[in-house]
Structure formats: C-alpha cells, structure tokens
C-alpha cells in the first residue's frame, strides 16, 4: 500500500484486514471533527490467472453484442464496454469452471472478511446476501475515473486484477480526500466499502488490463430497481478468523 499523504492512521488487525482512521485533532476540535474509519481486506488468488484472462476475452464481444449499452457507471470507459453493461450482465451466471473457481473463491473471501469485521451479520434474520459481479477490459491509455459504487444502500463490493501491467487504484478518504494507492498485481483482491470513491491510474500497458469487480447487497430490499433481477444469491458461512 502507498499513500500520498499520511493524515491518517493505519493498522493491520491481520495477514488480510487493514484499518485506517483519523488522527485525533486537539481536544478543542474534537467535537467539531468528523469520526472516520475504513476496513481494507487484500487477498491473493492465483489459480488458472491465463484461462481465466482468456475466458474474459473471449465473452467481450458476445456481452457487448447482445446487451445494449446504457452508461459506464461514471468510469470514463465508455459504451463498447463490458462495464457498461454491468447492470445487465452478471458473471456469477457463467457456468464455466474457471467462473465457478473463481465464484467460490470470492464467496470465502467475503465469508472471511465478514467474520473478521462483524460477524454478528450471520445471526441476523434480514441477512439475505445478493451479487452484481462484472468485468472491465481496458486498452492501453484507458483508466477508470473517480467513482463510486454505492452511497445509497452501501454495503461492500470487490475488486479482483487478473491481468496488468504497473498500474495501481487508488481510494479517497471521506472528509479529508486524502488518497490510498494500491499497486495492481495479478490475482490480488480487495474488499472495500461500497461508498468509496476510487479510480485507477491510466493504463500504460501494450496488452490490454484485465479486472472484476461486483457489489454485494445485504438483501434484496437493497438493490436499485435497475439491476434487480441481474443479482445472484451467494452462499456466505461464518468462518473462524483464527
């Protein structure tokens, strides 16, 4: 992890959980400062990165021509994309080995994650989990502005990079803007609130830039009207941090 500035505190709770928050400012501004905290979960999955770039490739244009474009969510990447189609296509449909690999991967990563930062969620009788999961494909010169998944129902959503080249995303603080760099590299993933703000640098690359990304709904009442019957039930368990 880099960081432009360091106006915060950061801590690892463990091998994946990383916390940021405010430095607290003199006792006479207390009052008058906003409380901030962000849970970072960074996690690593190698397993058949070349198939899996491939089967992306490949599902490009067959998503591009049979759904029609309506936005690109802010992302800058435009309409002959994947992304922007993301409400309308779900990757968590896919049956092919390579997508069920990856699915259940994700699912214990969310588990993990979810156990480690509140795991009084599993006891809850509302609980009823439901993925948007896509895919972005970028050129070289492409990068993803500034942007945000969700400020109205947020919940959590996921970034995964299967193929880049020194590229890095980054994550605005609330309040302070101050920015968090990751650096992109293969088969990583990250699991961040949905309400952040974040982009990616511009994609310097020959080959083109490979990432996945989904939001999580804590349950159906959540989800926009717009991509409501586009979500998938996931299959989240408790499991034991230690």
Same mark, same amino acid.
């Given at each position: 992890?880099? $960081?432009?500035? +360091?106006?915060?505190?950061?801590? @690892?709770? $463990?091998?994946?959980?990383?916390?940021?928050? +405010?430095?607290?400012?003199?006792?006479?501004?207390?009052?008058?400062?906003? =409380?901030? &905290?962000l849970e970072f979960w960074i996690y690593k999955f190698l397993h058949n990165l070349d198939p899996l770039a491939k089967f992306?490739? !490949? +599902?490009?244009? =067959?998503?591009?021509?049979?759904?029609?474009? /309506?936005?690109? &969510?802010?992302? %800058?990447? %435009?309409?002959?994309?994947?992304?922007?189609?993301?409400? !309308?296509?779900?990757?968590? @449909?896919? /049956?092919?080995?390579?997508?069920?690999?990856?699915?259940?991967?994700?699912? !214990?990563?969310?588990?993990?994650?979810?156990?480690? /930062?509140?795991?009084?969620?599993?006891?809850?009788? $509302?609980?009823?989990?439901?993925?948007?999961?896509?895919?972005?494909?970028?050129?070289?010169?492409?990068?993803? $502005? =500034?942007?945000?998944h969700n400020v109205t129902n947020p919940f959590i959503s996921g970034h995964y990079t299967v193929s880049c080249e020194d590229s890095y995303t980054y994550y605005v603080i609330p309040v302070t803007r101050d920015r968090l760099e990751f650096k992109n590299t293969n088969g990583e993933g990250t699991i961040f609130p949905s309400y952040v703000q974040h982009g990616t640098s511009s994609h310097t690359g020959a080959d083109v830039r490979i990432s996945i990304a989904w939001d999580l709904y804590y349950n159906k009442e959540d989800i926009f009207p717009a991509i409501y019957d586009n979500v998938e039930k996931v299959n989240l368990n408790y499991v034991d941090p230690k």
């Open positions: 992890m880099d $960081n432009v500035d +360091r106006n915060f505190k950061f801590e @690892r709770l $463990n091998e994946n959980l990383l916390k940021f928050y +405010r430095i607290d400012p003199p006792k006479h501004l207390l009052k008058y400062t906003p =409380e901030w &905290s992306l490739q !490949k +599902r490009e244009p =067959e998503i591009i021509d049979q759904y029609t474009a /309506t936005h690109d &969510s802010s992302t %800058g990447l %435009g309409k002959n994309t994947v992304t922007s189609r993301f409400h !309308k296509y779900n990757l968590f @449909r896919e /049956t092919d080995p390579v997508i069920e690999a990856l699915k259940a991967d994700i699912e !214990k990563q969310i588990s993990t994650y979810l156990s480690s /930062t509140n795991p009084s969620i599993f006891n809850s009788t $509302n609980f009823d989990p439901h993925i948007n999961c896509w895919f972005n494909i970028m050129h070289p010169n492409d990068k993803i $502005n =500034e942007h945000a």
